[in-house]
């Protein structure tokens, strides 16, 4: 539990090192805004309050806004991000 109480935005999380990054915070007790352009593959994370998934796409300010305030609304704050996209 390396990151309990930590709240991380992992970008690019629908798969791969991304969606592999989302599983693993989220074992080590952080909770995880995933952000991905297309976040079908996220769907196992769907009802778990530890995650939320957005769609976003981080070339565009207003969706990294979004990404960011979702954290910050949902959590209260921001501690790590992941710029995995």
């Known amino acids: 539990m390396r ?11 629908d798969r791969g090192i991304g969606k592999a990054t989302v599983e693993r ?3 080590e007790g952080a909770r ?3 952000a991905d352009l297309a976040p079908s593959g996220l769907q ?4 778990d309050e530890r995650v939320a998934i ?10 990294v806004t ?5 954290a910050v609304e949902r959590f209260g704050k921001l501690d790590v991000l992941v710029n995995n996209a």
């Not at 990151?3 to 999380?13: E, P, Q, R, S």
């Not at 196992?44 to 009802?47: A, L, M, R, V, Y």
């Not at 979004?66 to 979702?70: A, C, L, P, S, Y």
């Open 3 to 13: 990151l309990d109480g930590k709240v991380a935005v992992i970008t690019g999380a």
């Open 25 to 27: 915070f989220v074992q």
């Open 32 to 34: 995880v805004v995933a």
């Open 44 to 47: 196992e994370f769907e009802k």
């Open 54 to 63: 957005v769609l976003g796409d981080v070339t565009k300010i207003d969706d």
């Open 66 to 70: 979004r990404i960011v305030n979702t």
